[in-house]
């Protein structure tokens, strides 16, 4: 069982890019005390997704960021009503957006690891994606 207090949910507004997504959910982790400075933690983000994307499968996209505005490990998990059409050729339904404060602190927590590893597991993510309502997702993943 992943801890709760490590993973929160919530419903995403349709939004015509990732920059707005990330933008309300790094504005949740601030509502949560999970990150100290929304622009700062929105700017990691976006600076890793320019790296290459964490599409980790069909319509699942895993932004991360590791920096010191991040106050403790956290995953936050948004659901889109629908699939949303994005540059870049993304479809997206559900974002599984990590922080942590800096790589040990992800590598040893094993609250996380659990997590990544049903997220592996392509039958899990099917159903993840076909839910229509967050407390469905967070059945799934907890």
Do not use: Y
């Not at 949303?84 to 997206?92: A, F, K, P």
């Amino acid at each position: 069982m992943i801890d709760s207090q490590e993973l929160f949910f919530m419903s995403l507004s349709s939004s015509d890019s990732s920059l707005d997504a990330f933008q309300t959910m790094a504005q949740r982790l601030s509502q949560l005390q999970r990150v100290s400075d929304v622009d700062a933690f929105t700017d990691l983000i976006v600076k890793r997704e320019a790296q290459g994307l964490t599409m980790i499968a069909p319509q699942i996209l895993m932004p991360h960021a590791v920096g010191s505005v991040v106050l403790k490990n956290t995953v936050l998990v948004g659901l889109f009503p629908t699939l949303q059409h994005w540059n870049r050729g993304l479809s997206v339904r559900l974002i599984v957006m990590l922080a942590t404060p800096n790589a040990a602190a992800a590598q040893n927590d094993p609250q996380l690891m659990t997590l990544l590893t049903k997220l592996a597991d392509e039958q899990v993510t099917e159903k993840l994606v076909a839910q229509k309502t967050v407390s469905q997702v967070q059945l799934l993943l907890q």
